[in-house]
């Protein structure tokens, strides 16, 4: 087994500890674009939260479970594209926060799509919620909210990611 130079173990090291810091910034731009998501649910239709997320885990109608699961959820997938833009082919695209926004953007509308229009309804079908929506299910303003939470995901982690250390 060869031995590694001391500066070698640092790059390790330190990289290691670079990315524990994105998947970390991913989870904190998660909960953020979550929130902001989640008003935006809030003022235009509330009992998608009350009702379809909280049943995903067989609390239909109770808001708080809603709420709390749509926020770890977010947070989770905040995580998810942190560690997607951990990859060095991909890492340019969080330079800037509009061109982070913008792959916020599209990531956003891909959880729409197949996370919220073809995995929730089979997810409330399976734990047997009254009327799961019919497949796939993709509305415009599933689309818009999560166009919101993508961009807001893509701007708070260049942010992060882009800001000098504190002292």
């Not at 082919?89 to 799509?113: F, I, M, Q, R």
Request: proline share 5%.
């Amino acid at each position: 087994m060869a031995e590694r130079s001391v500066p070698a173990l640092r790059r390790t090291a330190v990289g290691r500890l670079a990315v524990q810091i994105r998947w970390r910034y991913g989870a904190v731009a998660g909960l953020l674009a979550t929130l902001a998501m989640s008003v935006v649910i809030a003022l235009t239709d509330l009992e998608t939260l009350r009702v379809a997320v909280a049943g995903l885990y067989g609390s239909e109608g109770n808001l708080l479970v809603g709420w709390i699961a749509h926020l770890l959820h977010g947070a989770l997938f905040g995580v998810l594209f942190a560690a997607v833009l951990t990859d060095a082919a991909l890492e340019d695209l969080t330079d800037s926060p509009a061109k982070c926004a913008g792959t916020g953007a599209v990531y956003g509308l891909v959880l729409a799509v197949v996370g919220a229009g073809i995995v929730m309804p089979i997810w409330l079908a399976v734990v047997g919620f009254g009327a799961p929506p019919s497949l796939p299910h993709v509305t415009i303003p599933l689309l818009a909210w999560h166009l919101v939470y993508g961009v807001v995901l893509g701007g708070v982690f260049a942010h992060l990611t882009n800001s000098p250390p504190r002292a």
